[in-house]
Structure formats: C-alpha cells, structure tokens
C-alpha cells in the first residue's frame, strides 16, 4: 500500500510521466463503466492515453486516496477527485475508486470505479475475498 501511495504522490507532484515509473510494462487499465469511451488501454501509452482525454476537459486533476482496502490480492483505493474545469475554471470534487492488482510488488492493473461501494460490489461478484 505504500508503494500505492507514493504512486498517487508522485502523480498529484509530477503528473502522469511521474506516475508511469511505478507501473509494469504490461500495466493495464480499464475505464470505468459510465466513461463513454471505456476500454482497456494497455502499457505505459495507454496511461498517458486515458489521462489525455480526461484532460481534454480539464486543466488540472488531483487524486486524493482517502481509504486502502486490501481484499485478496487487490486493493481497493477510495479517493477524492478534484478537477477544474478547461476554460470555465469551474471547480468540482467528487469521490471514485481505483482497484489495484499487484503481482508482488508489482502494480499492474487499474480498473476505475465511479465509488467505492461498486468497486467491492465488483470484487464481491469476482469471487475476491
């Protein structure tokens, strides 16, 4: 879980490049379901891809992790997002969940949540305990 938190540390810092050093190369993310564009995007270039179009709105995004849950093999993060709005500046702040698979060390997948409840619901219906 550290490791987790020094990745939203160094994302919140430096953005995504700085956040790209703590994933494998085989790195997979997955949208969630509401986005509509959702898909799983892989390695380092589908990162970079995912945050490009969530800045294609905003000019500025902060992840704050306000809870780790650990549950089999994954970790359940719940955050607080801050985002401003491109052009209208307009603030908004809201809550998602990111479920994180590790192999080891390792991060290595990222599925995003609209909250947390949905997030265990997800890992509930996997099987995850």
């Known amino acids: 879980?550290?490791?987790?938190?020094?990745?939203?540390?160094?994302?919140?810092?430096?953005?995504?490049?700085?956040?790209?050093?703590?994933?494998?190369?085989?790195?997979?993310?997955?949208?969630?379901?509401?986005?509509?564009?959702?898909?799983?995007?892989?390695?380092?270039?589908?990162?970079?891809?995912?945050?490009?179009?969530?800045?294609?709105?905003?000019?500025?995004l902060r992840l704050e992790p306000e809870e780790f849950i650990g549950v089999g093999g994954q970790v359940v993060v719940s955050l607080r997002q801050w985002v401003r709005g491109k052009g209208s500046g307009a603030e908004v702040v809201g809550h998602i969940a990111h479920v994180w698979t590790l192999r080891g060390a390792d991060i290595y997948r990222l599925r995003i949540f609209a909250d947390k409840d949905r997030a265990l619901e997800a890992l509930k219906a996997e099987g995850a305990s």
């Open 1 to 60: 879980m550290e490791r987790l938190r020094g990745a939203y540390q160094a994302f919140n810092e430096g953005g995504v490049e700085a956040f790209l050093e703590h994933l494998t190369p085989d790195f997979r993310v997955s949208d969630r379901d509401s986005s509509p564009d959702r898909q799983t995007r892989y390695g380092r270039e589908g990162i970079i891809q995912l945050f490009d179009s969530y800045m294609e709105a905003f000019d500025a």
